[in-house]
């Protein structure tokens, strides 16, 4: 369905993120037919570029995305969208003129994308409503982290919401964007199967893993100062697990999902130091063997040499409330794992009587498969064929998204930008979250410290993170569901 016609401007036009995936979001949203033609996207950055040198950018970006399937025809209908425009966005007495009038004042809606550090959100945000820019219908749209503590979190949302009222602030986390995690809602609150089991009484526990092969490459001067923590578990595991221990909002309304996700974090019990070396494991990467090639560890890749921040956290987490009483959250992510997967596990108890026997008890798992491979599946026991005698299997109901519906499946990026056209809210962070989120981490991060929790290594593309995280859920009898 296309949306109404919009402008776009993104602040770090020239960077990364707008690199590998604005850019080829709203390629793929445009070539969709979503995109209304007459609708403006103008990159910003300091670099001087001209309007050519920034479609030629976009146009490898998107080129690249797409691979083979990139269509020449249609990329000459896109890049009549591009506009560009040099300048210095933190500084309110910068060349304004020259966006607005590559914006032109027709009353669309302007989105406000920034796609830099979160250091000069403010003060862009200062410049954009200087410049007169921020009525009417303009939205801001902020990526994550934002800021690196509770303190910096409350300073950026302060300072942006002085410039743009709550309802137009988009704080993105694109893990909300994912299919499977859109899925989670409807899993949950579709089907009148699991609601009734999602509580204390039918499961055991839930993993959430997010497992990445990649190091931290060209990005290590800003992991350094964020690490597994701030840069994954603040926002994107925490989210999910967020969707996964919440009441049924009483609708799909953004503000009735983000009131339900809010009280979650409310529940989480708070780190301290006498948990925290009991509760968490945290280590790095050192030098490995990925697809055969030997990689560099973690130090190596500094150029220090030297660090505490941790490349992988496994964390024993508690939503303190009724439903979730004495059912554990283990979470866990790390960067150079044995492989790329992200999965959410809802682990059952066993059945209360052992019918065919203790060593044929096993107890029914729904996974959640964020990637690869999108899906979902139940396991349930199931009678072993044959006439010799009854033995029992644990096999899964399998409902792989690639099979049962063949469509292409869009990045993240795509659905959520659409989202901020439609102004839709829903996929994204209300003010609190992120700084409830913060509390949480910042006391996690502040018991590390007075605990003096150790740093363990695991090898790099060799190992599920290090041995300790085993042991985290080996303690308690359990074991992490897949190795990859
Ligand atoms: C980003 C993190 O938010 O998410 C990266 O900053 C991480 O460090 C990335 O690699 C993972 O996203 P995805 O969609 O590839 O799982």
């Known amino acids: ?90 500084d309110p007495d910068a060349d ?18 920034l796609a830099v550090t979160p250091k000069i959100y403010v003060a862009i945000c200062e410049s954009i409503g200087k410049a007169g820019l921020a009525g009417g219908d303009a939205r801001v749209v902020l990526e994550k982290p934002i800021g690196t503590d509770l303190e910096s979190a409350k300073a950026i ?58 190091g931290v490459g060209d990005r290590a001067g800003y992991y350094d100062t964020a690490g597994a923590i701030r840069d994954m578990v603040q926002n994107h595991l925490l989210q999910l697990l967020c969707l996964i221990a919440m009441e049924p909002p009483n609708s799909i309304e953004a503000d009735e999902i983000r ?16 948990c925290v070396g009991r509760d968490t494991v945290r280590a790095q990467y050192g030098p490995g063997t990925i697809d055969g090639k030997q990689v560099k560890g973690y130090l ?27 059912v554990p959250f283990y979470l866990r992510t790390g960067k150079r794992m044995r492989s790329r997967h992200s999965e959410i596990v809802v682990q059952f108890r066993e059945a209360p009587h052992a019918m065919f026997g203790e060593e044929q008890a096993h107890s029914n798992r729904l996974i959640i498969r964020l990637q690869p491979d ?24 399998n409902l792989s998204f690639a099979e049962s519906f063949q469509v292409r499946y869009p990045d993240a990026y795509e659905r959520l930008l659409m989202d901020v056209v439609r102004g839709n809210l829903a996929l994204f962070m209300r003010r609190e979250e992120v700084e409830e989120a913060w509390e949480w981490v910042d006391g996690l991060l502040d018991a590390w410290a007075d605990a003096k929790v150790p740093m363990y290594t695991y090898s790099a593309g060799l190992e599920d993170g290090p041995v300790e995280a085993r042991m985290l859920l080996r303690e308690d009898d359990r074991d992490w569901w897949s190795n990859g």
């Not at 003129?97 to 989105?111: M, V, Y």
């Not at 009131?259 to 006498?274: Q, S, Y």
């Open 374 to 397: 999108e899906g979902v599946q139940l396991y349930v026991q199931i009678k072993e064929p044959g006439p010799g005698g009854l033995r029992v299997q644990s096999l899964p109901l």
């Open 96 to 113: 304004w003129d020259t966006l607005k009038a590559a914006l032109g004042q027709d009353g669309r809606p302007s989105i406000f994308y």
């Open 1 to 90: 369905i296309p949306v109404d016609t919009f402008d776009i401007i993104i602040f770090g036009g020239t960077g990364d993120l707008s690199r590998r995936k604005l850019l080829p979001a709203l390629y793929h949203r445009f070539v969709d037919g979503q995109i209304p033609e007459d609708s403006r996207l103008v990159g910003v950055s300091r670099s001087e570029m001209s309007d050519k040198e920034f479609r030629a950018f976009a146009k490898d970006a998107c080129q690249e995305s797409t691979g083979k399937d990139f269509d020449s025809e249609q990329w000459k209908a896109f890049e009549k969208l591009l506009k560009y425009v040099a300048m210095d966005a933190t």
């Open 259 to 274: 009131t339900e996700k809010i009280k979650v974090l409310n529940a989480l019990r708070p780190m301290d130091a006498k």
């Open 300 to 326: 190596e890749e500094l150029e220090s040499g030297e660090s505490q921040t941790e490349t992988f956290v496994a964390v024993k987490a508690w939503v303190d409330n009724w439903r979730w009483a004495r």
């Open 157 to 214: 949302n302060a300072g942006v919401g002085a410039v743009f009222s709550e309802d137009r602030i988009y704080r993105i986390d694109h893990y909300l964007g994912k299919e499977t995690v859109q899925n989670l809602l409807v899993l949950r609150f579709g089907n009148t199967l699991f609601e009734p089991l999602w509580n204390r009484t039918a499961i055991d526990h839930i993993q959430i893993t997010v497992s990445e092969s990649v």
